[in-house]
């Protein structure tokens, strides 16, 4: 949805669309290699999500480098270090909810409002954990809104 349009606003409706066949078919090849060659047996549904979000990356990592190669896009000073603070964050997020949320088998012992409740409760321990760790790293949120003129 981001990295397309680069493309389009060129008049360049044909690298978008080969990158897509060719994530298209790559995606389907990982759905087969997920769940009948590597058979994760009672996890292939997670095999399908899987192969899914590694499609989705693969799309976007290689609309990234032809925007790149061909010139329509060249990243600003400081990019690099955004991303890598984000990642961090988005590390640390997912270590803290996934300490936080104890044991799998202890949620099959609770109750549906209490898991309801635990879920709720872990969602707001992740928001927390991630913007205190952007708020560390000196992200703020205006570095979100910034606006470029044109």
């Known amino acids: 949805k981001v990295l397309a349009p680069g493309f389009y606003s060129r008049q360049n409706i ?3 669309v080969k990158i897509a066949v060719f994530v298209l ?9 997920f769940v009948f060659v590597l058979d994760f047996k009672e996890f292939k549904h997670a095999g399908l999500a899987l192969a899914i979000g590694l499609g989705a990356c693969l799309n976007a990592g290689l609309l990234f480098y032809h925007l ?10 400081g ?6 603070k984000l990642a961090f ?3 640390s997020m997912a270590a803290v909810v996934h300490y ?5 088998a202890l949620w099959f012992d609770y109750g549906l409002v209490e898991r309801l409740m635990r879920l709720v409760g ?3 321990v992740g928001l927390g954990s991630y913007f205190s760790m952007l ?3 000196g992200i703020r949120v205006k570095d979100f809104t910034r606006r470029t003129v044109i």
């Open 122 to 124: 872990l969602l707001f």
């Open 68 to 77: 790149r190669k061909r010139g329509y896009y060249q990243p600003q000073t």
């Open 135 to 137: 708020w560390l790293m």
């Open 79 to 84: 990019w690099l270090m955004f991303v890598l």
């Open 14 to 16: 044909k690298t978008p």
């Open 100 to 104: 936080a949320a104890g044991a799998d």
């Open 25 to 33: 078919v790559a995606t389907q090849l990982m759905n087969v290699l």
């Open 89 to 91: 964050a988005v590390t």
